[in-house]
């Protein structure tokens, strides 16, 4: 896991998604069943989010990041 609050190349890819669909990152912790603040964690590297980052994936229709992308 990172120690910074800079963003994870899955992050950015996440948030250019959630623009692209007009959707926020409270619609996408309802979508995957968990909270906006978790969802940030794991887009910042703070959390590993071995769980979620799959779940995330399949609701903006991203494909998976390798495991050192995610990371």
């Keep these: ?4 609050s ?7 890819r996440v948030k ?3 623009l692209e669909l ?3 990152a409270k619609e996408l912790a309802e979508q ?4 906006p ?4 964690r794991i887009l910042h590297g703070k959390r590993p989010g071995r769980k ?3 779940k995330i994936a ?4 991203l494909k998976l990041p390798p495991e050192d992308e995610a990371m």
């Design 1 to 4: 896991m990172r120690n910074t």
């Design 6 to 12: 800079e963003i994870t190349p899955f992050g950015r």
């Design 32 to 35: 995957v069943g968990t909270s």
């Design 58 to 61: 399949k609701v903006l229709g």
């Design 37 to 40: 603040v978790q969802i940030s």
């Design 16 to 18: 250019i998604r959630l």
């Design 22 to 24: 007009d959707m926020d």
């Design 52 to 54: 979620q980052i799959p």
